[in-house]
């Protein structure tokens, strides 16, 4: 683990992810303005390409380690929501002038963990390391379902990780 590195759970209602800022992104469009929503394979590739534009049109325009460090975040944790989270994802993606912000909620409430890598068969558990070692910071958040708005009671469903890289 990175020695700057933070991973924490939260145990409260997450806000809502910031928006992106890509025009091109907007046309998979999630429940938030700017967010992108997709499944299986064909989302994730959707996602690498929205987080490539993205960062290409960020002023000033982040450095190519920290654009390809942002792209592979986004596909191991869009990777993980497809593979572990129930099928389906959003993605939000923000930035400061110091970070870049992944954020990629799915239905799944169980947090991700680390797993020894599988060198030989091929099913994985590089993913998560890999989201450590890039990221500053890592947040895991858990989703709510239900609320005033629908007239019934909030129960926890799903969650969000959030993953914060330097630019």
């Known amino acids: 683990m990175n020695s700057k590195q933070l991973t924490t759970y939260m145990t409260e209602q997450p806000t809502a992810p910031t928006p992106l800022t890509d025009p091109a992104s907007r046309a998979h469009a999630g429940?938030?303005?700017g967010t992108i929503r997709g499944r299986g394979a064909a989302g994730v590739l959707r996602a690498r390409k929205a987080a490539r534009a993205f960062a290409d049109h960020l002023s000033p325009a982040p450095g190519p380690d920290a654009a390809?460090?942002?792209v592979l975040v986004?596909?191991?944790l869009v990777t993980n929501a497809v593979r572990h989270g129930g099928g389906r994802y959003?993605?939000?993606l923000s930035a400061s002038p110091d970070t870049l912000t992944v954020a990629v909620a799915d239905r799944s409430s169980v947090r991700p963990s680390p797993r020894a890598p599988d060198?030989?068969?091929g099913t994985g558990g590089f993913g998560w390391h890999l989201v450590e070692l890039l990221a500053d910071e890592v947040t895991v958040m858990p989703g709510r379902?239900?609320?005033p708005s629908t007239g019934r009671r909030?129960?926890?469903r799903g969650k969000t990780v959030r993953a914060v890289l330097p630019r």
């Open 31 to 33: 429940p938030y303005p």
């Open 68 to 70: 390809d460090s942002l």
């Open 74 to 76: 986004v596909s191991e």
């Open 90 to 92: 959003t993605l939000a």
């Open 119 to 121: 060198t030989t068969g």
């Open 145 to 147: 379902v239900g609320g």
């Open 154 to 156: 909030s129960a926890l």
